[in-house]
């Protein structure tokens, strides 16, 4: 983070609450640091799982709880439960095998009717890339100083897919979108809400504006 962004943040704001994984390769002083801290450790040695694996079963087992601390919340046979979305920083830095990974997470985790995991944002210093699931999708893209930049990619990267879209500076409709054809990369957000109807599940990257 740039040194703007974390004035005033003292060590008790960016204490983790657990630091969870494999971890065979967090240095013995750092661990013992956190466990003064009071920050649960939790190690997994499953070689047959990545750690955002081992991250995301952790939130599935206590994301109940998170969201039953809020009193609004309302459980019931009829009631959908409430989800709790996912942010994951720096997910696409590194090795270009640990980058498909955290793709292949995304889907992976749309997939459960029965999470109590919501949606999944991977954030990187540049940009935030999310799924747009079938159907009509409406999204919120405020732009502006440490909010968005203009431009946007629509990336079917599961399937083939037919797409519609409304807000952007080239806009499609009934628009065909596979690898090995032709992708949407590079448009431009021209409205606060933007529009994207999608027959197939598709990525949605958006620029971060981090320039003043």
Known sequence: ???????????ESCRPDIIAGDLDSIQPNVAQYYKQLGVRIEK????????????LRLIQEYAEDQL?????????RTRKAPTLDIAIFGGLGGRADQAFSQLHH???????????CGDMYL?????????LHKGLNKIHTPM???LLAENVGIIPI????VIT???????????STEFGAQISTSNHIRNEFVQVETTERVLFTVELNQKP
Not at 107 to 114: L, N
Not at 165 to 175: A, S, Y
């Open 44 to 55: 997994d040695p499953d070689q047959y799982s990545t750690d955002i694996d081992k991250c």
């Open 165 to 175: 879209t409304q807000g952007f500076e080239w806009d499609v409709k009934d628009w």
């Open 144 to 146: 502006g100083l440490y």
């Open 106 to 116: 995304l889907y992976k985790a749309s997939r459960g009717s029965e999470s109590t």
């Open 68 to 76: 039953s601390l809020d009193g609004s919340f309302q459980y019931s």
């Open 1 to 11: 983070m740039q040194q703007s962004r974390t004035e005033g943040l003292d060590e």
């Open 123 to 131: 954030i990187t210093p540049e940009s935030i890339i999310f799924l």
């Open 158 to 161: 599961a399937k083939p897919s």
